[in-house]
């Protein structure tokens, strides 16, 4: 199962039967609202908090998620998240509110894309029937933790990013109907000493190619073997970056197999500057936008990479420089679909 | 491979081949200083913060059960592992230092045993040969960020832990010589509704005793098949109250049987009221004092409970109540030991 050092093939091919992605009212405006299942017309969802709201939309895509396949949400042996907010509380609370046995993730953004990893390993291998996968960020309680509350209208530079109010799941299954997972990679921590919280775009590239390279090499394929390579939230700054370092590398990847979920969400004209962000933008876009491509037959195989940019308002305070790292999930058509 | 709904079985017996654990100053004075392979004279390790120092008492632990194994570092494929900071950096900086593929995962104080339960799963199924998984905590980076920082001499009630400075690890293998993971049961968020984050033993230990009677249930055995069921830091107050809801529901556990990494890990005299906590008390405890017990044939089969509380400062100061949850891992002698 595992194939070179970083990488797992996944021969018993498991299924995502189902998704469910929830987004917000700057969402709903956003380039792709269909990739929604369900948007909310403000922020608040009628809680009390913002971190309240974000685990109301993560306990909501979940729910969607059973709802819309087969199974009953007893039969879903465990959950696997993470979020963005200290302690990851608000995954916490929706787990305790679905009442699945839980796993407790972090890798910032690249979180979605750890989850949906080690969901397929554990199915492929028979440590499960049934998990569900997810993550959800919220704007105005990441903003507030990160940097400062939206209310202060600070001023940002051209290479910051938005992070995006949603939140996005699988429900992977042994069997079943949907696209199936074939492999993953796993990131390293790859950090080149970027220490601008504004700009981590370009401080999240260099984990992105690294851990591209990697899968392709232990895999055994080159780029063309995908239709799509998905990053999570680069944006505009760390997705050019990145495709040139791609490209010094040797892999001559095209540009319109290069997409990127923070770039994909949102309109030109939305001042979201470099792209959207959040752990909820892979999450979304992977699940609610890209998935619908492989499952109207646009394309067959997508490469999905999932960015993370792990630091804290504390390192950050410590002088601490920005560790970033990416993990790959290999997302193919399923034999019933192609 | 799942037995039940939320316990694995370990058919081709992982194993801890190796070992690191470290501790500050208060350890070295506490009951059992011959679990640490370092002890520290002070807690700020020539670091300039209390998080650095962390962080490196994990770098530690981990080198030190590479150096003491038959493997080099390169041969290790994953390290699994997080902590109580906030977005676990100090773990994060370790996984950099180490430059190893990583996991990042989050249950509080139960992140060790989730780590170890992931480590044995992905090793018995074949994808990885060698794992590495574990955590560290810092009583003054802990205190700091949770409650006050330790200089404003704030008062606790007696309910209250102490935070244990230390890291511990385990190198976990496909074969060697050791004691043997063999099964582990996966915990649930439990929350009884306790708001005080003075008296966590008391919030916890109502998922401990979900979670050994899951596993008890799940494994078709009873207590006796354990000689030990060790918690993670319970304490005091909170391993009482978990002994008399087990007798209350049924497994009549007898009292020698039943310990605590908290409480076994400082003198009477020492001041630390309930006992000690934070993610290091059940990987110290477990991989320092406990696995010696087996490898030492004074025990043969330990079932390692460790217990996390998933709040956090804001979701306290938002008045929420304390999510726990436990995570229990089956450990036994190894064939060529006992």
């Known amino acids: 199962m595992l194939k070179g050092h970083r990488t797992w093939i996944f021969d018993n091919k498991p299924v995502i039967?189902?998704?469910?992605?929830v987004g917000g009212p700057f969402e709903a405006k956003g380039k792709i609202p269909e990739a929604f299942d369900i948007?909310?017309?403000?922020?608040?969802?009628?809680?009390?908090?913002?971190?309240?709201?974000?685990?109301?939309?993560l306990e909501e895509a979940c729910?969607?998620?059973?709802?819309?396949?087969?199974?009953?949400?007893?039969?879903?042996?465990?959950?696997?998240?993470?979020?963005?907010?200290?302690q990851i509380t608000p995954t916490t609370l929706a787990a305790k509110t679905l009442d699945i046995p839980y796993f407790g993730i972090f890798s910032a953004c690249a979180t979605s894309m750890e989850g949906l990893a080690l969901a397929a390993f554990i199915i492929n291998a028979g440590g499960a029937n049934y998990i569900l996968s997810g993550t959800a960020s919220h704007n105005s309680a990441t903003e507030r933790?990160?940097?400062?509350?939206?209310?202060?209208?600070?001023?940002?530079?051209?290479?910051?990013?938005?992070?995006?109010?949603?939140?996005?799941?699988?429900?992977?299954?042994?069997?079943?109907?949907?696209?199936?997972?074939?492999?993953?990679?796993?990131?390293?921590?790859?950090?080149?000493?970027?220490?601008?919280?504004?700009?981590?775009?370009?401080?999240?590239?260099?984990?992105a190619v690294d851990t591209i390279i990697t899968h392709l090499k232990e895999m055994g394929v080159d780029?063309?073997?995908?239709?799509?390579?998905?990053?999570?939230?680069?944006?505009?700054?760390?997705?050019?970056?990145?495709?040139?370092l791609l490209h010094e590398k040797g892999v001559p990847i095209k540009e319109e197999?290069?997409?990127?979920?923070?770039?994909?969400?949102?309109?030109?004209?939305?001042p979201v500057l470099s792209g959207g962000s959040g752990t909820a933008s892979s999450a979304v876009g992977i699940y609610g936008h890209y998935l619908k491509k492989l499952t109207e037959g646009k394309v067959k195989r997508i490469l999905a990479v999932a960015t993370g940019a792990l630091h804290s308002p504390?390192?950050?305070?410590?002088?601490?420089?920005?560790?970033?790292?990416?993990?790959?999930?290999s997302i193919e058509s399923g034999s019933d679909i192609s």
């Open 17 to 21: 039967i189902s998704t469910g992605t």
């Open 39 to 57: 948007l909310h017309g403000d922020t608040w969802l009628e809680q009390d908090s913002f971190e309240k709201a974000q685990q109301v939309m």
């Open 314 to 329: 504390m390192s950050m305070q410590q002088k601490g420089s920005i560790p970033c790292i990416a993990h790959a999930v």
């Open 145 to 207: 933790q990160f940097r400062y509350p939206t209310e202060y209208g600070g001023q940002k530079p051209p290479t910051a990013q938005w992070t995006v109010t949603g939140a996005g799941c699988g429900l992977l299954a042994k069997a079943g109907s949907g696209p199936v997972v074939t492999s993953a990679t796993i990131g390293k921590v790859v950090d080149l000493g970027i220490t601008d919280p504004f700009n981590m775009g370009s401080a999240m590239a260099p984990a």
């Open 257 to 270: 197999q290069f997409e990127d979920c923070g770039i994909a969400i949102y309109k030109e004209e939305q």
């Open 223 to 244: 780029h063309s073997y995908y239709d799509l390579i998905v990053t999570g939230d680069l944006g505009k700054v760390g997705r050019e970056i990145s495709f040139d």
């Open 63 to 86: 729910q969607h998620a059973i709802k819309n396949s087969p199974i009953q949400k007893e039969q879903v042996e465990f959950f696997i998240g993470g979020d963005l907010i200290n």
